[in-house]
C-alpha cells in the first residue's frame, strides 16, 4: 500500500522536460497511484504537462481517478484535450464529469466529440441524479447467442479494450424496432460469466451456456437500492433494462461502493438533523451548507418551543403559595424575581445541541472521509464562525418573535414593568450566542480529538449536546444578567 | 428483481416428497434466489431437505447465501451434511461459519474434514476479528510466471471451478522455506488479470504480462482500511501478504460491501452514543447491547452533573435579593418556594435525550437493513421497555447518590427542613421516568414513521432529544408534586 512520495522527482522531471521519464511514471505505475502522486501539489497545467506524455488511453485512466474538482478544473483550461480524452474514458465517468462543468463548457467540449459519442454522452445525460440509470455505463461487452464459446473468446478479444468489464458478458436478441421504426435497444436474453466460457467445451453453443435467470435493475430504480442487491448476490456487474427487457447498460461493482459511501454520508448527516449536502464539506457552498441547517434547526426550535409552554404551566407551582406570594407582591419583592427566566432555560439549551450535532456530523463525516485534515482546522473554523453566526441571526429572529408575541401570560405577568423587551433580547442573545458556541464546538472537539490521536467519532451528538449544555447555562445566565 | 412467491410451491414438493421437482428449483435459480425463497417461511429440518435433492457444490452455495443465525442453526442439527458442505464452501465464509458455532460443535464437525481442509481452516482462524486476515479466503488462482498466455488459460481451466475469483491471477515464486526449515507462503511476484490473459499473443510469458507494482493488504492491517483501498483502485480482488510478500491470500469485492455496511453501522451507532454491537439489533443479546449503551449513557450522565453546579451557582441571582429574602424569611415563605429544583431541570431532561438518541439510532439502523420490520413493533417495545428500566434503574442509582451526596450547599440551604430525602427521590425518579419514556419513544417513532411510509432517519437525535425535552419537563414537575 505503501509508495514512495513521487512529487519531488516528478518537479525534476518537469524542469528538465523529461519527457521519456514523465511517459515511464504514467505507464509503469497503477492510473490510481499516478493520480494520487498528482493530485495535491500540482496544478492542473502541470498535471496536463505530466499525462500528456503517455499514451492517450493511460491519460485517460489517470484522469479518471483524479478527483472530480480537478478535473472539472483541468478541462476548463483544456477543451480540446479533455475532447479527445473523452473518446477514451468510461461512459460514466465521462457523463459525471460533464455534468459537473459549466454548461458553456459542456458545450464546446461535445462539439470536439464524435457522433457516435455524442449520442451515447446524451442517452446516458438524461438519466434523473440518484436513478439507477445515472449510475450506469453503456460499455459492456455483449454477444449473439449463436456462437460458440471459441468464437466468444475471439470476439472478446476485439471488443475487450474498450469495455469497462468482460467479466460478465450479456447475450443479445437481433435488433428491435419500437412501434414508431425507431432503434430500440436489443432485448436481453441471458449472461454468461468469462469464467463459464472458460470452462466450456470450446464448441458449446453461447445460447446453452448463458444463465437466463436474470437478476437485473430498472433504469428508473432509486440508485440507492443497488447496493442491496450486490450485496446479495455478489455481483461483479448487473444489466440495467427498460420496460421491454431491451439492455441500456450495467452498473458495476465499483459504483457500488461509492453509493454505499454517499447513502451512509446522508444517513449519517439526517442523523445529525443535516439535510443531504452533496460533495466535500469544505467545498460545498456556504449557501447550500446553510440551507441543509437551518431548516432543521427552525423545524427542532419550533418543536422546543413546547417546552416554555409547558415549563411556564408547571413553573408557577415552584413559587411561594398565592397567599404569600400576594404578601410578597405588598413587599414589592416580587418585582426583582427573575424565576420566571428559566422557562426559557430548555428551548437556548437545546439550540446548542442542536447547532453543535450538525457541525460535529459534518466534521467527523469528513475527517473520516479525508476530506478534512487536522491542519485544515482554521479554514473549518472560519467557516464554522460564519455558519453559527447566520444559523444564529436565523434563530434569533425567530426566538424575539417567539418571545414577543408568544410569551405564556403567566411568565408575561411576572415579568417587571417595563421590562417586555429585556426579555425578549435575553432570549434572542441567549439563543444566538449558544448556537455559535455549539457549532464552533461541533466543529473543533472532532479535529482536536484527531489531533491527539483519537477517533473523532466518539464526539457523539449527545456528547456535544452534554458539553454545550454545561456551557449554555452559563451564557444564559450572563446574558440575563447583563439584561436585567 | 421479482420473484414469485416460491414457498407454497416448495411446501407441496416436499409433502409429496417431489425431489425431482426440488432438485430443478435448487440448480435452476441463483443460489442468492433460493436461499431467500427458503430463509423465513421453512425449518432447519426441512431446508436440510430442500437443499439436499440438488448437487453438493450447489448445496454449498446456497447455504452460503442463507442468513448466519440461520447456519448456525442446521449446522447443529446436522453435523455430517455441514462437514461434507465446508469441503465445497468459500473458504473465508465457512471459517466466519464454524467461528459462531459453540466450540463443541466446531470440533465435532472438524473431524469430520479431510487434512488439507482442516489446516486451511486452522491457518484463517488464527485472524484477529476486524483483521485484513480474517476477511480473506485463501482460494485464490494463481500460476508460475514461466507459462504462456495458453497454458495459463489451459491451466485456470483445471482450477477455477474452486477458486472464488479467476479473474485476477497472482503469480507466484517457486515454494520457500522459513530459517527453521518448514515452508513458507510462496512470495507474490505478480498479479494478471484474466482480461489481458485473454487479450495476450498465445505465446507471451506471464512473467512477462503480468503487472508488478502491487497494490497489496497485510494479514494484519485493519478490516476498516479495505474499502477506501477498493474505492480507490475500484478492484475487484487484492492480494494479502505476510512480512516476507509471501501470498496468504485475497480479500473479494463482496466482503468489502460488507465491511462498509458494518463499518457505517458502527459510525451511526458512535453517533448515537452507542458502542458498537455486533449482529442484528434483535438477535444481539440483551447483555451486550445493555453494555454497549449503560456505558455511554452514564459518561454522559457524570458531564451533564455539572449543569447542576452552574446552574446551582447562577440560579440565587434570579431569586429575590438578600435584603428581601430576610423579609421573606421572616414571613415562613421559604420554605414552601420549591424554585431550587430547576437546578436539575437540565441534567434529567439530557437522560431523555441521550436514551432516546440511542434507541432511535439502533431501530433506524435495523429498519434501513432489514433487520427489523414494522410487523416486529412489539418485539421491539418489549425489548426497549425492558431495556429503559434497566438503564433507568442504573442511572437512577447514580442520580441518588448525586443527589444526596453532592448536591451544592446553596441549593441545599433552601432544601425544607427534613425534606432532603425528598429531593433525592425526585431527582432519582425524574431521571428513571425520563430515560424509560425517551427510550421507548425513541424506539417506537422510527417504527411508526416507516408504518406511515415515511423515512425513519427523519427521527434524528436532535429530533428526539426536543421531543423527549417535553415529556420530560412534565415528568419532572409531576414528580416534583408528587413527593412536596
Same mark, same amino acid.
Given at each position: 500500500?505503501?509508495?514512495?512520495?513521487?512529487?519531488?522527482?516528478?518537479k525534476?522531471m518537469?524542469?528538465?522536460?523529461?519527457?521519456?521519464?514523465?511517459?515511464e511514471?504514467?505507464e509503469?505505475?497503477?492510473?490510481?497511484?499516478?493520480?494520487?502522486?498528482?493530485d495535491d501539489?500540482?496544478?492542473?497545467?502541470?498535471i496536463?504537462e505530466?499525462?500528456?506524455?503517455?499514451?492517450?488511453?493511460t491519460?485517460?485512466?489517470v484522469?479518471?481517478?483524479?478527483?472530480?474538482?480537478?478535473?472539472?478544473?483541468m478541462?476548463?483550461?483544456?477543451?480540446?484535450?479533455?475532447?479527445?480524452?473523452?473518446?477514451?474514458?468510461?461512459?460514466?465517468?465521462?457523463?459525471?464529469?460533464?455534468?459537473?462543468?459549466?454548461?458553456?463548457v459542456?458545450?464546446?467540449?461535445?462539439?470536439?466529440?464524435?457522433?457516435?459519442?455524442?449520442?451515447?454522452?446524451?442517452?446516458?445525460?438524461?438519466?434523473?441524479?440518484?436513478?439507477?440509470?445515472?449510475?450506469?455505463?453503456t460499455?459492456?461487452?455483449?454477444?449473439?447467442?449463436?456462437?460458440?464459446?471459441?468464437e466468444?473468446?475471439?470476439?472478446?478479444?476485439q471488443?475487450?479494450?474498450d469495455?469497462?468489464?468482460i467479466?460478465?458478458?450479456?447475450?443479445?436478441?437481433?435488433?428491435?424496432?419500437?412501434?414508431?421504426?425507431?432503434?430500440?435497444?436489443?432485448?436481453?436474453?441471458?449472461v454468461?460469466?468469462l469464467?463459464?466460457?472458460?470452462?466450456?467445451?470450446?464448441?458449446?453453443?453461447?445460447?446453452?451456456?448463458?444463465?437466463?435467470?436474470?437478476?437485473t435493475?430498472?433504469?428508473?430504480?432509486?440508485?440507492?437500492?443497488?447496493?442491496?442487491?450486490?450485496a446479495?448476490?455478489d455481483?461483479?456487474?448487473?444489466?440495467?433494462?427498460?420496460?421491454?427487457?431491451?439492455?441500456?447498460?450495467?452498473?458495476?461493482?465499483?459504483?457500488?461502493?461509492?453509493?454505499?459511501?454517499?447513502e451512509?454520508t446522508?444517513?449519517l448527516?439526517?442523523?445529525?438533523?443535516?439535510?443531504?449536502?452533496t460533495?466535500?464539506?469544505?467545498?460545498?457552498?456556504?449557501?447550500?451548507?446553510?440551507?441543509?441547517?437551518?431548516?432543521?434547526?427552525c423545524?427542532?426550535?419550533?418543536?422546543?418551543?413546547?417546552?416554555?409552554?409547558?415549563m411556564?404551566?408547571?413553573?408557577?407551582k415552584l413559587?411561594?403559595?398565592?397567599?404569600?406570594?400576594?404578601?410578597?407582591?405588598?413587599?414589592?419583592?416580587?418585582?426583582?424575581?427573575?424565576?420566571?427566566?428559566?422557562?426559557?432555560?430548555?428551548?437556548? /439549551?437545546s439550540?446548542?445541541?442542536?447547532?453543535? +450535532?450538525? #457541525?460535529? $456530523?459534518l466534521? &467527523?463525516? %469528513?475527517? @473520516?472521509?479525508?476530506?478534512?485534515?487536522?491542519?485544515?482546522?482554521?479554514r473549518?473554523? /472560519?467557516?464554522?464562525?460564519?455558519?453559527g453566526? +447566520?444559523? #444564529?441571526? $436565523?434563530?434569533? &429572529?425567530? %426566538?424575539? @418573535?417567539?418571545?414577543?408575541?408568544l410569551?405564556?401570560?403567566?411568565?408575561?405577568?411576572?415579568?417587571p414593568?417595563?421590562?417586555?423587551?429585556?426579555?425578549v433580547?435575553v432570549v434572542?442573545f441567549?439563543?444566538?450566542?449558544i448556537?455559535?458556541?455549539?457549532?464552533?464546538?461541533?466543529a473543533?472537539?472532532?479535529?482536536?480529538?484527531?489531533?491527539?490521536?483519537?477517533?473523532?467519532?466518539?464526539?457523539?451528538?449527545?456528547?456535544?449536546?452534554?458539553?454545550?449544555?454545561?456551557?449554555?447555562?452559563?451564557?444564559?445566565?450572563?446574558?440575563?444578567a447583563?439584561?436585567?
Amino acid at each position: 500500500m505503501s509508495h514512495p512520495l513521487f512529487g519531488p522527482e516528478i518537479k525534476l522531471m518537469l524542469d528538465e522536460r523529461n519527457s521519456a521519464g514523465l511517459r515511464e511514471f504514467c505507464e509503469q505505475l497503477h492510473p490510481a497511484t499516478v493520480a494520487e502522486a498528482l493530485d495535491d501539489d500540482f496544478t492542473p497545467e502541470q498535471i496536463w504537462e505530466v499525462i500528456s506524455s503517455a499514451k492517450i488511453r493511460t491519460q485517460a485512466s489517470v484522469f479518471e481517478y483524479l478527483p472530480p474538482a480537478l478535473q472539472v478544473q483541468m478541462a476548463e483550461k483544456a477543451r480540446p484535450q479533455v475532447g479527445q480524452l473523452l473518446t477514451q474514458m468510461s461512459h460514466d465517468d465521462r457523463v459525471d464529469l460533464l455534468r459537473r462543468l459549466p454548461p458553456r463548457v459542456t458545450e464546446a467540449i461535445m462539439r470536439l466529440v464524435d457522433e457516435a459519442d455524442r449520442q451515447d454522452i446524451a442517452r446516458l445525460f438524461q438519466y434523473g441524479e440518484n436513478t439507477v440509470g445515472a449510475l450506469m455505463t453503456t460499455d459492456y461487452a455483449w454477444l449473439p447467442g449463436t456462437l460458440t464459446a471459441a468464437e466468444a473468446i475471439d470476439q472478446l478479444r476485439q471488443q475487450a479494450p474498450d469495455r469497462e468489464t468482460i467479466y460478465y458478458i450479456y447475450v443479445l436478441d437481433d435488433p428491435q424496432r419500437r412501434p414508431d421504426g425507431s432503434p430500440a435497444p436489443r432485448r436481453l436474453l441471458g449472461v454468461v460469466s468469462l469464467r463459464d466460457l472458460i470452462l466450456a467445451p470450446r464448441h458449446a453453443l453461447i445460447r446453452e451456456l448463458m444463465e437466463t435467470d436474470l437478476v437485473t435493475l430498472r433504469h428508473d430504480e432509486d440508485a440507492g437500492a443497488v447496493p442491496q442487491l450486490f450485496a446479495r448476490y455478489d455481483f461483479i456487474a448487473a444489466p440495467v433494462v427498460d420496460e421491454q427487457f431491451g439492455l441500456l447498460g450495467i452498473v458495476t461493482h465499483d459504483d457500488v461502493l461509492d453509493v454505499v459511501t454517499r447513502e451512509a454520508t446522508e444517513d449519517l448527516q439526517r442523523q445529525g438533523a443535516v439535510g443531504p449536502i452533496t460533495g466535500d464539506y469544505l467545498e460545498a457552498s456556504f449557501w447550500q451548507v446553510w440551507k441543509s441547517r437551518v431548516f432543521w434547526l427552525c423545524v427542532l426550535f419550533f418543536l422546543q418551543m413546547f417546552t416554555i409552554n409547558v415549563m411556564a404551566r408547571y413553573e408557577g407551582k415552584l413559587e411561594p403559595k398565592s397567599d404569600e406570594r400576594a404578601a410578597q407582591a405588598d413587599l414589592k419583592t416580587a418585582t426583582t424575581s427573575l424565576a420566571f427566566m428559566v422557562v426559557f432555560i430548555p428551548l437556548c /439549551l437545546s439550540v446548542g445541541g442542536n447547532a453543535g +450535532s450538525q #457541525a460535529s $456530523t459534518l466534521v &467527523t463525516r %469528513a475527517l @473520516a472521509l479525508e476530506q478534512v485534515k487536522v491542519s485544515d482546522w482554521f479554514r473549518v473554523f /472560519l467557516r464554522e464562525l460564519l455558519m453559527g453566526v +447566520s444559523l #444564529a441571526a $436565523t434563530l434569533g &429572529t425567530l %426566538a424575539i @418573535a417567539r418571545s414577543y408575541f408568544l410569551t405564556p401570560d403567566s411568565v408575561l405577568a411576572k415579568v417587571p414593568d417595563g421590562a417586555v423587551w429585556n426579555l425578549v433580547w435575553v432570549v434572542a442573545f441567549a439563543v444566538m450566542g449558544i448556537c455559535l458556541t455549539g457549532a464552533v464546538i461541533g466543529a473543533m472537539l472532532p479535529i482536536v480529538i484527531k489531533w491527539w490521536g483519537g477517533d473523532p467519532a466518539l464526539m457523539s451528538s449527545p456528547f456535544i449536546a452534554t458539553l454545550s449544555d454545561v456551557l449554555g447555562i452559563i451564557i444564559f445566565f450572563n446574558v440575563v444578567a447583563l439584561f436585567f
